[in-house]
């Protein structure tokens, strides 16, 4: 029988990357996967192909919309080809796999492909194509999350779908009626408003990206409202059914009348759950909490000392980096270091355009927990490289605390938000004051501009081309 130092269940982005991690620190390593392909959710059904399709899906709505305006006139009609754009999705996936492949080898890591199945606290049972048993003495849980639904829902995986399906259909549906307008129904909705669905969401709360900060939701609500989504907040749904090839969801809405939407696509992205099937968690006296996460205290160690466990598998934010970052930490622990994650630096970001992203606190979390804090936003619309790339959603807006200037929270929506969320982190990273930032020099012209504005903003109100 083959013996480790670290067993690792699970080849996502927290798996992964431990296994990357713990190969580097000199212990002998092995990792686990069910499936063939290496990458868990965010490499093969999660972030990668769907930032595919929300960039291919830019490119289709920008030649319709804005070409004509830049001077570019394409003689023709302009079409989508979604099988060439599905294709081109899937390969963009399997170089990012097949990068997975080579990191493992590279690392002389040891891949078993099957379930792994805890035999008891130091023994795996892997059953692929035949059975193995490996011994490890410390083992990493990393088996991610799998889409959750309601108790009411069949997902049939044709018309009435999850994320996996939506991001390999064969055709665009004339009506897609999304449940949920979180991070997936608003990403994957925008994917197929722009090849020209009409696109319909219903949403539980009374505002879209509820667990952002409300200015984000609002902005976002109103922008996605003048791409002719339908944003149905305060919906409480209650059926959904297939009849032949049109699926009809009901709901009650805020008044409680019934409100009926008909489609021929639904897709229900409300939440991810964590994935434990088939692990035989209890063999190795693996405790998991009530919402079906492996209990972990604050070193990602299970109840069981030798055993660990990262990513979407146990509490916190549903997020690659997140994983990741929980990866490396628990590679370190294992090799003695004493790393830390500072959790509230863990940026979120929605892949919609304008994008959407955030670090640290929002105003409704500061407002309850009676912090004194100031507010400096500064609109997109206001800087020359927002006209340029006629680019005009959106702003920025720093939290900082009223007493000391320092940055409490940075919410941002906009182009390339996404990338510009990390000069943020890096800041919060080194108790920057807004005054800090705003003394930076940024680049001219560029979208982090406006973060330079919306310091100064925050700083005694001195934005300057406001
Ligand atoms: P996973 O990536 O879920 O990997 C777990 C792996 O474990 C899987 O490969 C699974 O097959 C394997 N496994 C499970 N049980 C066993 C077992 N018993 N034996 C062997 N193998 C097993 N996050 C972002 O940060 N940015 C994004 O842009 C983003 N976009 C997303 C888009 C979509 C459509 C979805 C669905 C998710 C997205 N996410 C995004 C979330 C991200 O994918 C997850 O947070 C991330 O994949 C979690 O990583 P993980 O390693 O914990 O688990
Ligand atoms: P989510 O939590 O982002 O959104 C779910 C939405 O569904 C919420 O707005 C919630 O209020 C709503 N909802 C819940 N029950 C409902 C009901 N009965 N009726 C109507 N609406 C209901 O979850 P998601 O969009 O499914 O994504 C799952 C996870 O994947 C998230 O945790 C997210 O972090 C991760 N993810 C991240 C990215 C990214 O980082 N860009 C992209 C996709 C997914």
Known sequence: MNSYDVAI????????????????LGMKTAIIEKYSVLGGTCLNVGCIPSKALLDSSHHYEDAIKHFEEHGIDI????????KQMIARKQSVVDQTTGGIDFLMKKNKIDVYQGLGSFKDATHITIKG????????????????SKPSS??????????????????????????????GGGVIGLELGQVYKRLGSEVSVVEYMDRIIP???????????????????????SHKVKSVERVGDEVIVKA??????????????????????????????????VKLNDKGQIEVNEHLQSNVSNIY???????????????SEEGSLVAEIIAGQKPHIDYNLIPGV???????????????????????????????RALGRSRASMDLDGFVKILADKNTDEILGVHMIGARAADMIAEAVVAMEYKASAEDIARMSHAHPTFAEATKEAALAATENRALHI
């Open 9 to 24: 269940i699970g080849s996502g982005p927290g798996g992964y990357v431990a296994a990357i991690r713990c190969a580097q």
């Open 75 to 82: 003689p023709g009609d302009i079409k989508v080809n979604l």
């Open 129 to 144: 194509e035949e059975e193995t048993e490996i011994e490890a003495k410390n083992i990493i849980i990393a088996t991610g």
């Open 150 to 179: 309601l108790p009411f829902i069949t997902i049939d995986k044709e018309r009435i779908i999850t994320s996996t399906e939506a991001l390999k259909l064969t055709e665009i549906p004339k009506h897609l009626i999304v449940i």
């Open 211 to 233: 667990t952002m900060d409300s200015g984000l939701s609002k902005e976002l609500n109103k922008v996605l409202k003048k791409q002719k989504f339908s944003i149905n907040t």
């Open 252 to 285: 009650d809405n805020k008044k409680g009348e019934e409100v009926e939407f008909k489609g021929d696509y639904c897709l229900v992205s409300v939440g991810r759950r964590p994935y434990t099937d088939g692990l035989n968690a209890e063999a190795a006296g």
């Open 309 to 323: 466990a990262i990513g979407d598998v146990v509490k916190g934010a549903m997020l690659a980096h997140k994983a």
């Open 350 to 380: 929605v892949y919609t355009w304008p994008e959407v992203a955030s670090v640290g606190k929002t105003e409704e979390q500061l407002k309850e927990a009676g912090v004194d804090y100031k507010t400096g936003q500064f609109p997109m």
